[in-house]
């Protein structure tokens, strides 16, 4: 019989779990389940490899645990749980003939090229292939693997454009790149794939050069490559007409870049990415997004076990520390992982101390002089394509220390919350800053550390303002979660001239103080670190109040002491 796809992408996800934990043989992987208490022979163990049948739960739950022991790394159970029910979804789907068109090209994939083909098509003689090599060490995305095969096993029906945006550095490309090596076999009539250029040092690459370049890959000598934008388009969607092909339209900077090199057939499947949404294809093209998010804890513990080798088993809290300094950004994860290396008698926990002052982050995750792997630079192909605004609103959010609301960000600019939200929108947009809950926002360390070098010393004088909105915030919240408290009515009121959150009820005043606590702390703390006694005393005071409404578990009062 032969496999269906499902089947194989999943156990082509078993394979690559096994090579990022040393590729043990497979009687040797037998012999480590069974120590964890479950028996599966090696032919067994085989044939789920192979994809011959579909393993049970126990088998991928005691593989997986295998893998991750051997690895040193967390085993991220519920990703697996997730794609495992995905995938016995996908299989009763496919026995009861809802799910045909990826099926038939993939049991075809080796078959004589007409057969292949859709009806009424001549395929081509010499399809192009021009997908760049996979990535190694290639770690993680379970969920949105299974989110992007979804898409591929729907797009006749229901769309075949696909968008994965995300921040810089979080691993689009490696993503996309090793997605579309795992499909290829689904697209016969061959794989196209640009860098658009959209974020980069040199200039985007423009829709006619696109085509061209497209055209000659599938007509070659025959190719007219003459005429503008659309006379070029209208040619291409010509050419690919009917044919099973995989387009991967990598670095999109704008939907303008992208709309002309879309196919007119649902033969064809699309995968875009940027760091803009784009979400005018969304809206106008019916394409399918799927945000990428920097790695789990687990998941970066797995990549630089992948990187590092055992180290990072041995050295557990030192590895976590050194992803978390890295942001848990896969960029910046690879970089690190390629110094510890370079130390292999050295402690990660050195490492891990030298990423520690945020102000020479930057300086050591810089990989030798390649702009396109250097974190700063990848950054700041971001930051020139905002507007005067944006670009403002991204450095002051620098001077926030955790995350925060349209309020504090509002303060910050000197802005009213309604002139913000172009600005923020844009930032938002681009995942130069991400929502982390609701309507709480952040940029995460490494962002925050760029943000930080491009300020201008009259906008470093800004966080005082922020002082003074989170002394004139915090006093209006405490007076409607506790109206009866006139212990404190010394505290002064008024005189704030921007915009402040409204609490119309005690229940939404105590929802803002539990969110903003890490917040008021860290600014008491740089009141009493620039000798602002006022503000020291005044903050610390209603930390008390807060406090006192719900004590810590030790009952004590982290900083009593600056209220003294």
């Known amino acids: 019989m032969a496999h269906e796809e499902p089947l194989a992408l999943f156990a082509a996800r078993l394979r690559e779990l096994r090579a990022e934990c040393g590729e043990p043989s497979l009687r040797e992987l037998s012999a480590y389940m069974k120590e964890g208490g479950r028996t599966f022979p090696r032919s067994t163990v085989g044939d789920k490899l192979a994809g011959v049948s579909k393993p049970s739960w126990e088998f991928v739950e005691a593989y997986v645990s295998t893998c991750a022991r051997l690895g040193g790394w967390p085993a991220d159970l519920e990703h697996w749980r997730v794609s495992y029910r995905r995938l016995l979804r996908q299989l009763a789907e496919r026995r009861s003939g809802h799910r045909q068109a990826v099926a038939a090209q993939v049991e075809l994939a080796g078959a004589d090229p ?6 009424g098509l001549v395929p081509a003689a010499d399809p192009p292939r021009q997908l760049p090599g996979d990535v190694p060490a ?3 995305r379970e969920a949105e693997f299974v989110a992007l095969d979804d898409l591929l096993t729907t797009s006749a029906a229901a769309g075949s454009v696909a968008v994965v945006s995300g921040t810089a550095g979080v691993g689009k490309t490696a993503l996309a790149v090793h997605w579309a090596h795992r499909v290829a076999a689904a697209f016969p009539d061959g794989q196209l794939y640009l860098d658009l250029r959209g974020y980069d040092a040199e200039a985007p690459v423009t829709p006619v050069r696109a085509l061209e370049g497209f055209l000659h890959a599938l007509d070659g000598a025959r190719a007219q490559t003459w005429g503008g934008v659309d006379e070029l388009a209208a040619r291409f969607r010509s050419v690919v007409a009917g044919r099973r092909m995989l387009l991967v339209l990598d670095n999109a900077g704008s939907v303008d870049q992208v709309r002309p090199l879309l196919p007119g057939t649902a033969s064809c499947f699309v995968l875009v990415t940027s760091r803009d949404r784009l979400t005018a294809l969304a809206v106008r093209h019916g394409a399918r997004r799927v945000e990428l998010d920097r790695l789990s804890l687990a998941e970066s513990l797995r990549l630089l076990g992948a990187l590092v080798g055992p180290r990072i088993g041995t050295e557990p809290d030192s590895a976590a520390v050194l992803a978390r300094r890295c942001a848990q950004l896969p960029l910046a994860l690879r970089i690190a992982g390629d110094l510890a290396a370079a130390r292999p008698t050295a402690p990660l926990a050195d ?3 030298d990423l520690a002052d945020e102000r020479h982050r930057l300086d050591l995750l810089d990989a030798g002089g390649d702009e396109r792997t250097d ?8 930051y020139r394509r905002l507007d005067a605004g944006a670009m403002r609103l991204f450095r002051l959010l620098a001077l ?5 609301d349209r309020y504090a960000a509002a303060a910050l600019a000197g802005l009213d919350p309604a002139e913000l939200h172009r600005p923020l929108e844009t930032l938002l947009r681009t995942h130069l800053v991400q929502r982390v809950d609701g309507d709480r926002m952040e940029l995460h360390d490494l962002l925050r550390a760029y943000a930080h070098e491009l300020l201008g010393d009259d906008e470093r ?3 005082e303002v922020l002082v003074d909105y989170y002394r004139h915030t915090a006093v209006a919240a405490l007076d409607v979660a506790s109206p009866d408290d006139d212990r404190y009515d010394w505290l002064s009121r008024g005189g704030y001239s921007g915009a402040l959150p409204p ?3 005690a229940e939404v005043a105590r929802r803002w103080l539990d969110a903003e606590r890490s ?6 703390d740089y009141a009493h670190r620039h000798e602002r006694w006022d503000e020291t005393r005044e903050l610390s005071a209603m930390l008390w109040r807060y406090l006192d409404l719900d004590p810590v578990p030790d009952g004590g009062h982290p900083l009593l002491s600056y209220a003294r």
């Open 375 to 382: 974190v700063r630079a990848v950054f700041s192909w971001s």
């Open 114 to 119: 007409a057969a292949r083909a859709e009806p």
């Open 461 to 463: 004088r800004r966080v």
């Open 519 to 524: 917040n008021l702390m860290a600014v008491t």
């Open 400 to 404: 926030h220390p955790g995350d925060f």
């Open 138 to 140: 290639f770690t993680g």
């Open 503 to 505: 609490f119309p009820s």
């Open 351 to 353: 490492l891990a101390d």
